[in-house]
Nanobody, 122 residues
Framework: QVQLVESGGGLVQPGGSLRLSCAAS????????MGWYRQAPGKERELVAA???????KHGRFAKDRFTISRDNAKNTIYLQMNNLEFEDTAVYYC????????????????WGQGTQVTVSS
C-alpha cells in the first residue's frame, strides 16, 4: 500500500497564494504520474494538474495561468503552487498517484490522499 500525505491547505484571501505538498510513502514499487484534483461542494471532482516523472504536465483549464505543479522524484513528492486564488478555488484538494505495482501486466495501482481543504475568503 502507498500512503499519500497532503499538507499546505488553509484559509487565504482572494489574490493570495498557497503551496500544497503531497508525499508518497509506504510499499512503493515505482511512482508514475502524480497529480492534484479538487472537489467543491455539490460539484464533481476535477483535475487541477498532473505531472509525470519526466516532468510532463497537464492542467485543468482554470489552472494553466495561476497554478504550477512540480515534483521531486527522489522524495516521491509533488507540489502545487497556487497564485492569485479566487473564491471559486475553494475546495478539498486531493493528491493522486499511480504506482507501477504490477510490472508483469503493466497495470498500475491508483492511490488517493485524504484531501486538504483550501478556502478562499475575505
Amino acid at each position: 500500500q502507498v500512503q499519500l500525505v497532503e499538507s499546505g491547505g488553509g484559509l487565504v484571501q482572494p489574490g493570495g497564494s498557497l503551496r500544497l505538498s503531497c508525499a508518497a510513502s509506504g510499499s512503493i514499487f515505482s511512482i508514475d504520474a502524480m497529480g492534484w484534483y479538487r472537489q467543491a461542494p455539490g460539484k464533481e471532482r476535477e483535475l487541477v494538474a498532473a505531472i509525470t516523472p519526466s516532468g510532463n504536465t497537464k492542467h485543468g483549464r482554470f489552472a494553466k495561468d495561476r497554478f504550477t505543479i512540480s515534483r521531486d522524484n527522489a522524495k516521491n513528492t509533488i507540489y502545487l503552487q497556487m497564485n492569485n486564488l479566487e473564491f471559486e478555488d475553494t475546495a478539498v484538494y486531493y493528491c493522486n498517484a499511480f504506482d507501477r505495482c504490477n510490472s508483469a501486466t503493466g497495470i498500475e495501482c491508483e492511490y488517493w490522499g485524504q484531501g486538504t481543504q483550501v478556502t478562499v475568503s475575505s
